[in-house]
């Protein structure tokens, strides 16, 4: 938890993923997904680097394009489950179970 608030929380660190998640803004535009109406493998990265940004530092998505794509991936049907079952090792803490932060 320490390096997690020092760290994650610092304003610098706050501004640098809020720059990253306006450069995938702007890279996604008005499409469903970043390689255009068919999702592929690139959408899953992005989504699970914003999706940690947002469980660090609620708060840090703004942009609407990105959140409608947030909950597009979450309510995928083969995924869903995954992210509503709090048995799902989406609750597991971000790194690993040594991560001092959860």
Known sequence: K????RRVREPAAV???KGVI??????LGERQF???DAIS???????ETIDKFERLEPGTLEQDNI????????????????????KSSRYLPLNNKRASFK
Not at 2 to 5: L, P, R
Not at 67 to 86: A, E, G, N, Q, V
């Open 2 to 5: 320490q390096w997690y608030q």
């Open 15 to 17: 501004a640098t993923a």
């Open 22 to 27: 306006q450069q995938f803004s702007e890279a």
């Open 34 to 36: 970043f390689a255009g």
């Open 41 to 47: 493998c690139t959408d899953f990265w992005i989504f």
């Open 67 to 86: 959140l409608r794509f947030r909950k597009r991936i979450m309510s995928l049907p083969t995924l869903h489950k995954y992210f509503t079952d709090p």
